[in-house]
């Protein structure tokens, strides 16, 4: 984690809510980790990363739950660990998320997920009966990020969210593309996220060894998730997102870019969690969720914009990301009122 790493204060409101009613305690465990109390009146507002990891483990000592309070019986101190080196013995991805499930399930009684594999696309769940809206929509969001997390730790690579819906509506924030992907929705019917299947089958690439190192740093590791804003897979992102499809260089072309040989992109890209074609996999796929929803361009002139020769192609390649066509996809938000988001455009 850099120094320049920052996060919203909204993420900050997870951690902070069971001290919401105790205002001098709480202005003292933010100045203690350098958090000016006077942020949290503004949402969109950024503290450093380290402060954010500080602010994690200062609340765990402070509360004495791993949750932070947001489930009635909670998760005292030890949990987390001792759930990840039950995870370590699975063989695959699915049975290690299975049974990290279950065993959140043994401390939490509010929050409860539940994972289905549905052919080439897998769904997490989540069922809530926590006592008031916010600690629902606060837990749901904490106990997701840990979830699609611990998947990444345990895979050792990133795992893209296709698609990701909340039941609670909520202002829109620049970090939540980086968390839940492009395909995000706010006040949605039910809480879950969506990924490929394949994932699923990838063995777990950790150890005791590395458990121990990543519990010394899970909070920082959680921040940035296999999400590095500074490493070269954020670089490839930025590069292509900046540019027209038509623009788009090769992994040779951008290599070069970079006074890096192709190899060294590819490796590095690797200790990432991800690879070249991936990444621009998940540029189109952005670009044709965010066009979808906030503009009128036709379907085939998206699917020009984007590198698909032929709309039937686009069209077979958006229902394998979503699960359903551009234009039924495009309906479904059609004629819905946007929420705003913190800088006062429409989501």
Wanted: proline residues 5%.
């Amino acid at each position: 984690m850099r120094e320049t790493d920052s996060v919203a204060v909204y993420f900050v409101y997870p951690m902070i809510q069971a001290l919401r009613a105790d205002p001098q305690r709480l202005h003292a465990v933010l100045r203690q980790v350098g958090i000016d109390p006077q942020l949290l009146e503004q949402p969109a507002a950024r503290v450093p990363a380290s402060a954010f990891a500080a602010l994690w483990l200062a609340q765990i000592g402070e509360l004495q739950d791993e949750f932070f309070g947001l489930d009635s019986h909670g998760m005292p101190p030890g949990s987390f660990a001792l759930i990840c080196r039950a995870l370590i013995q699975e063989p695959t991805l699915e049975k290690a998320m299975r049974q990290c499930l279950a065993n959140f399930a043994l401390f939490l009684r509010d929050f409860r997920g539940t994972l289905t594999v549905r052919g080439k696309r897998a769904v997490i769940s989540l069922q809530t009966q926590a006592q008031s809206v916010e600690l629902a929509r606060f837990g749901e969001e904490t106990f997701l990020v840990l979830m699609i997390s611990l998947l990444c730790w345990l895979g050792g690579r990133r795992i893209a969210i296709d698609r990701a819906d909340f039941q609670h509506p909520r202002l829109s924030l620049a970090d939540d593309a980086l968390l839940w992907g492009a395909n995000l929705t706010f006040g949605a019917a039910r809480t879950q996220i969506e990924f490929d299947s394949r994932f699923l089958q990838l063995p777990v690439t950790q150890d005791l060894a590395s458990l121990k190192a990543f519990l010394r740093s899970a909070p920082q590791w959680l921040v940035i998730r296999f999400r590095n804003q500074h490493g070269l897979a954020a670089q490839v992102h930025q590069r292509l997102r900046n540019s027209d499809y038509s623009q788009w260089p090769t992994l040779e072309a951008f290599a070069r870019e970079q006074h890096l040989s192709p190899s060294t992109v590819r490796r590095k890209l690797e200790r990432e969690g991800c690879a070249f074609q991936e990444i621009k996999d998940e540029v189109r796929r952005a670009v044709a969720i965010e066009q979808l929803r906030r503009t009128q361009a036709s379907v085939t002139t998206i699917a020009e914009q984007i590198g698909f020769q032929e709309p039937s192609a686009f069209h077979r390649a958006f229902k394998k990301w979503t699960g359903e066509s551009p234009g039924r996809y495009r309906a479904r938000f059609q004629g819905a009122q946007a929420l705003p988001t913190v800088d006062g455009h429409d989501r």
